[in-house]
């Protein structure tokens, strides 16, 4: 079965560093995500991307974020400044025309 | 927000009883997911089920949605120790811009 891959598996920042987290969706999916859970609680929805453009967003991904897809298959998400609080693991999912969500394994981020 | 609420949040049965979970959402839904999710791993989709229906079915799953309720349940029959895992409710309201994700249930079944 087809699989989205994420880069790195982990990472450590100091905080106000910036950090990049990768990810390749399905090669043939046409919608991105970008999830965190801390802890192994609940899962936040951040963002979704379609067509080169942020679909919807939620309170979380404020200006600190941002998302992008540099090239045909790497969807990247960009954390400016960290701060403690973004301490989680992040995943990357895609779909489209599948309506089940595709995940990656995530990268989990320790901002010291 | 429509995120779900999964009930309960932990379960703990015998291998080879029946494990039943409980979402409940907020907001009208184009259709409802379950996942399953192994310790810090990512989230593996288990089944669908659309607005439209009410009973859904994929080998061992039973899947039930009453949208006049806002919930839906997901029945695991003859449960294994394998499907140890935290599983998730998902929803979708519109298109796929938003799939907000339930608090999620733990289960353990003990061998």
């Known amino acids: 079965e087809p699989e989205v891959t994420q880069t790195p598996s982990h990472q450590v920042t100091q905080m106000g560093q910036e950090v990049i987290l990768r990810c390749v969706p399905i090669s043939n999916h046409l919608y991105f995500y970008w999830y965190r859970q801390i802890l192994g609680q609940k899962v936040e929805f951040l963002v979704s991307?379609?067509?080169?453009?942020?679909?919807?967003k939620s309170e979380i991904f404020d200006d600190q974020f941002s998302v992008e897809r540099p090239d045909g298959s790497n969807f990247t998400l960009k954390i400016r400044s960290t701060k403690l609080e973004d301490s989680a693991m992040y995943f990357c999912?895609?779909?489209?025309?599948?309506?089940?969500?595709?995940f990656g394994s995530g990268t989990q981020l320790s901002v010291l | 927000s429509q995120q779900g609420e999964e009930d309960p949040q932990a379960l703990s049965i015998q291998e080879g009883e029946n494990a039943t979970m409980n979402c409940s959402y907020k907001?009208?839904?184009?259709?409802l997911q379950w996942y399953r999710q192994n310790s810090g791993r990512g989230l593996v989709h288990l089944i669908l089920i659309r607005s439209n229906e009410r009973e859904k079915h994929s080998g061992r799953l039973r899947v039930t949605l009453d949208t006049s309720k806002k919930s839906s349940s997901l029945l695991i029959t003859a449960s294994r120790a394998a499907d140890t895992a935290s599983y998730f409710c998902?929803?979708?309201?519109?298109?796929?811009?938003?799939?907000?994700f339930g608090t999620g249930t733990k289960l353990q079944v003990i061998p």
């Open positions: 998902a929803t979708a309201y519109w298109g796929y811009q938003k799939v907000t």
């Open positions: 991307f379609y067509n080169n453009e942020i679909s919807e």
């Open positions: 999912a895609s779909n489209y025309p599948s309506e089940k969500l595709f």
């Open positions: 907001t009208s839904i184009n259709n």
